[in-house]
């Protein structure tokens, strides 16, 4: 049996362990029990640890679990379907100035997870007395708990491939489905405990067309939606023909744009590296240097929050200091706020907010404007419409440069209506302008993509955004 010392304090209907312990949430922190989930936290117990006196440190164990069901399709049909249950663990150590980490992969075997535990514990303790003490070393907030459940029961798997079957008769549509359970554990020895526990599904795919013409899509939500899925199916069965006719070789140049919503969320997502974080604020590495200290500007249209209510993140970050629900990064135009750790704060004598280490937003909303997203060809006129873009990358960071390829859908537009899609091009801008002198306006409606990342698990987050419709985009390659 699992035994560990409890407090009679019951705050959440689970006990809270009496530390220091050697502890860590398993399969049962999600998996289902008896036809039901389980809201429950499974501590191990090692021998080796239990009793043991602060003097020995401040055991640091946070745990990621993803119980996940996925489906792979390629030409309409079922490739592979499978479940993957993964709980990977960062254990740390810390004692005075001191602190050393490891993370692992822990077996859902109780036995042999506790096994797991203990060797790394023990490990981290011969570790921690040949390391130099750390002058910056982030504080813990005070202990604190929390807890965070919004699971519901995923849709069978063979409904979703019943629902897809019929949506995509007749297409050739390739895409990943995943489904699931994710849940995040922190807590230390000496007293801090929160999980936090949510159903993510998703739906990545891409209807083709011939060679490397696509249409790309993607739904995502807690509950699995027949009706939606199918309506983006059908938005990309609608726009497929296009895609059959000769493309068109246009001239390096500069060209009136829309960019769909999926594509200025991409253009976001490439912002977050380093452009809101205030390490690379403070050594001069961020694309919006010149945004924050006011020698740049965005358009008045632009306001962007980090919002992690909407995309249900929570709050407590790896330190256990609560992030706010939402942080204004730029407000109609103008920076607003970085993102700063209490380890930026204590090494540049700067107060933080709480961010996490990265200091790179979870996810990300921007405000939409007036455009009417049905009737933004007719904006437009004349001119390319990029559903989305490929390859991205800064091609000058300090001018907050940036680059990338069109794929896919990317379509000539003339007299308001698309004519032809177009060969691939580079197109080479800034954000300064884009988002800037350049920007006539966004959409009125604001479309929100999940992560859609499987790199070693599923993630949480994301961005949320309108379409954009730019004047003189440079395309010069």
């Known amino acids: ?50 009793g043991q006196s602060q003097s020995r440190g401040v055991a640091e164990p946070k745990c990621e679990v993803d119980q996940c069901e996925f489906v792979r399709l390629n030409a309409t049909k079922v490739v592979q379907a499978s479940q993957v249950d993964y709980i990977s663990v960062g254990m740390g150590l810390r004692r005075g100035a001191k602190s050393v980490s490891a993370g692992l992969s822990l077996s859902t075997d109780h036995r042999q997870a506790r096994q797991q535990l203990n060797g790394q514990l023990e490990l981290l303790r011969s570790w921690i007395e040949h390391v130099a003490d750390d002058p910056f070393m982030e504080q813990w907030a005070p202990p604190s708990q929390s807890q965070g459940d919004a699971v519901s029961v995923a849709a069978p798997v063979e409904q979703v491939v019943e629902d897809l079957s019929v949506s995509a008769q007749g297409l050739d549509l390739v895409g990943l489905y995943a489904a699931g359970p994710l849940a995040f554990f922190m807590a230390t020895s000496d007293g801090h405990l929160h999980w936090h526990r949510s159903l993510r599904s998703f739906f990545d ?66 912002a ?111 001119g390319i419409y990029l559903s989305n873009v490929w390859y991205l990358n800064y091609s000058d960071r300090q001018s907050a440069r940036f680059t990338g390829m069109t794929r896919f859908a990317s379509l000539l537009v003339k007299g308001g209506k698309p004519i032809a899609p177009i060969a691939p091009m580079r197109f080479d801008d800034s954000f300064y302008s884009v988002f800037g002198e350049n920007l006539i306006d966004l959409g ?34």
């Open 1 to 50: 049996p699992i035994a560990a010392k409890v407090s009679p304090t019951k705050r959440f209907g689970w006990a809270m362990p009496r530390l220091p312990v050697c502890f860590e949430a398993l399969k049962s922190l999600v998996l289902p029990h008896n036809g039901q989930y389980r809201p429950a936290v499974v501590f191990i117990t090692g021998a080796s640890f239990s």
């Open 205 to 270: 795919f891409s209807v083709f067309a011939l060679k490397d013409k696509a249409i790309k899509g993607s739904w995502s939500g807690q509950v699995w939606s027949t009706a939606n899925v199918g309506s983006k199916i059908e938005d990309a069965r609608a726009k497929l023909d296009i895609l059959f006719r000769p493309p068109v070789v246009l001239s390096p140049g500069r060209y009136r744009a829309v960019l769909s919503s999926e594509a200025v969320s991409d253009l976001l997502g490439l």
């Open 272 to 382: 977050c590296w380093g452009g809101f974080s205030a390490r690379a604020h403070l050594t001069s590495q961020s694309p919006f240097s010149a945004l924050r200290s006011g020698e740049k500007q965005l358009s008045s249209k632009v306001s962007l929050v980090e919002d992690l209510q909407g995309f249900g993140i929570p709050r407590v970050q790896e330190l256990g200091f609560l992030r706010p629900n939402q942080m204004p990064l730029i407000s109609k135009g103008r920076f607003s706020n970085w993102l700063c750790s209490p380890r930026t704060a204590s090494e540049f004598s700067v107060k933080d907010n709480a961010a996490s280490s990265g200091e790179t937003p979870a996810a990300l909303r921007l405000d939409g404007g007036t455009l009417d997203p049905s009737k933004a060809l007719v904006a437009l006129e004349d």
């Open 444 to 477: 009125r409606d604001v479309d929100r993509f999940d992560e859609l990342s499987t790199y070693g698990a599923r993630a949480m987050g994301g961005v949320a955004a309108p379409c954009a419709l730019v004047q003189d985009m440079q395309f010069p390659l």
